[in-house]
């Protein structure tokens, strides 16, 4: 079975920290990693991705680190903002064998940043 | 452009009764997918479209649920005689294509309350 464990469950930070939120898998096929941001009564936006060949990718505030060889990828938000506070899934793609590709998520980080 | 839209946002029916839920993907996306989130739960993969056709149904629970699309647009999700595990937000997401790195662009979702 195809899994994706994410941790962890909820985290509170102050203004300026870096939350760090962390994901392992277990199928070597999936081969794109992005993180979702869901604000309550919304559906998941996608905020940052990366590919199994690149070891980090830096995009604003968001970092997201990748370690091929232990199957982990982790999330690092830098200069944390109370605006930040909502939940986080990270999630891999790999082919499901019976016809399409596939996201599969964790079971999300609720994060709150306090002023 | 617009986004992904569903409706309708909240539905509260009996244990039992038939309820259908749509989506409308952004224009032009040809992929159309369809997940379910339980409270504190990651996303789970229901189905997914190319155009009109449904090559995955893996992720469907049972019988009691169905879907289909129409004009490679407008998709439906139905679930038979509620049963109140039924319960949870569906999302619908579509994106340009199955190519693995197209992102997913996330309705809302539909609130089902199964009294």
């Known amino acids: 079975q195809q899994q994706v464990k994410q941790s962890p469950q909820s985290l509170i930070v102050q203004k300026g920290g870096i939350p760090i939120i962390n994901c392992a898998y277990e199928?070597?096929?999936?081969?794109?990693f992005p993180w979702y941001q869901q604000f309550p009564g919304k559906g998941p936006a996608l905020l940052i991705a990366?590919?199994?060949?690149?070891s980090e990718k830096k995009e604003g505030r968001f970092t997201i680190s990748f370690n091929k060889s232990a199957k982990q990828f982790s999330l690092h938000i830098m200069d944390s903002q109370p605006g930040d506070s909502a939940t986080y899934f990270c999630?891999?793609?790999?082919?499901?064998?019976?016809?399409?590709?596939?996201?599969?998520f964790g079971k999300g980080t609720k994060l709150s940043v306090i002023p | 452009g617009a986004g992904v839209s569903q409706s309708p946002s909240n539905k509260v029916t009996e244990k039992g009764k038939d309820v259908e839920l749509r989506c409308d993907p952004i224009?032009?996306?040809?992929?159309l997918y369809w997940y379910r989130q339980s409270l504190g739960q990651g996303l789970e993969f229901l189905i997914y479209?190319?155009?009109?056709?449904?090559?995955?149904k893996s992720g469907l629970p049972s019988d009691r649920f169905s879907a289909e699309r129409t004009g490679g647009s407008v998709s439906t999700l139905t679930i038979q005689r509620t049963q109140q595990e039924d319960s949870a937000v569906y999302l619908c997401?579509?994106?340009?294509?199955?190519?693995?790195?197209?992102?997913?662009?996330f309705g809302d979702g539909t609130r089902l309350s199964i009294l």
């Open positions: 990366i590919r199994p060949d690149v």
């Open positions: 479209f190319q155009g009109n056709s449904a090559p995955d």
């Open positions: 997401a579509s994106s340009l294509g199955q190519g693995g790195v197209q992102p997913q662009h």
């Open positions: 224009s032009g996306h040809t992929a």
């Open positions: 199928n070597t096929a999936f081969d794109y």
């Open positions: 999630a891999a793609l790999g082919y499901s064998g019976a016809g399409s590709y596939q996201l599969t």
